[in-house]
């Protein structure tokens, strides 16, 4: 079975600070794949970040970056110098080699104030 | 349109009355998922369409909930004898290929079963 764990359910920060979003997750799949989603006030779901299991290199993109550790079997998240537009819910997903179930965690609400 | 497109983005209705929703996915693309989102969780897989393979129904609750896609674009999610606890909202996504985990998700379909 699949699963994946938000501990965090809401962390507040003031604007310009750092923030870190943790995801663990479990599959007895040796191919699978992980991803951020973020959930803006809106709701509609946007894309952030696909990592293979195989690739364990850490990405960054703009302010945001990626933390992959399969020894830990974690995927965390992490906002540089944040802002209010990032407050939102962000989701950590899992797939495992049956494509097309995705497994979601439960969120993390994140909220930035000025 | 742009971007997967649902409807109606809001249904209110009563118990024991069926309902249907209806996605309307990015035109081309292969897959198309439906998950539910209830109050404060996360989000729940229903369904998975792949192209004319046989969908993936194993997220499906209980057997008053089907979904059909028709010529391999719009899909329709039906619940039939609502009740209570299937008050969620109901979302569809869809993706280019089976491989990519970029999903573009539509802005949902709101169900509150009185």
């Known amino acids: 079975a699949q699963k994946v764990t938000q501990a965090q359910t809401e962390i507040s920060v003031v604007e310009k600070e750092d923030v870190t979003l943790d995801c663990v997750y479990e599959t007895r799949d040796t191919t699978y794949y992980l991803f951020w989603y973020k959930q803006p006030p809106s709701g509609e779901l946007v894309f952030l970040i696909r990592r293979n299991s195989f690739d364990e290199q850490n990405e960054i993109s703009g302010r945001y970056s990626w933390n992959f550790q399969k020894s830990t079997s974690s995927f965390n998240f992490t906002i540089t110098a944040s802002q209010v537009v990032d407050s939102a819910v962000y989701f950590c997903a899992l797939s495992g080699a049956s494509w097309g179930k995705f497994q979601f965690g439960a969120g993390t609400q994140v909220v930035v104030t000025p | ?114």
């Open chain 2, 1 to 114: 349109g742009a971007g997967v497109s649902q409807s109606p983005s809001n249904k209110v209705t009563e118990k024991g009355k069926d309902v249907e929703l209806r996605c309307d996915p990015i035109s081309g693309h292969t897959a198309l998922y439906w998950y539910r989102q209830s109050l404060g969780q996360g989000l729940e897989f229903l369904i998975y369409f792949q192209g004319n393979s046989a969908p993936d129904k194993s997220g499906l609750p209980s057997d008053r909930f089907s979904a059909e896609r028709t010529g391999g674009s719009v899909s329709t999610l039906t619940i039939q004898r609502t009740q209570q606890e299937d008050s969620a909202v109901y979302l569809c996504a869809s993706s280019l290929r089976r491989d990519t985990g970029e999903l573009f998700f539509g802005e949902g379909s709101r169900l509150t079963v009185l």
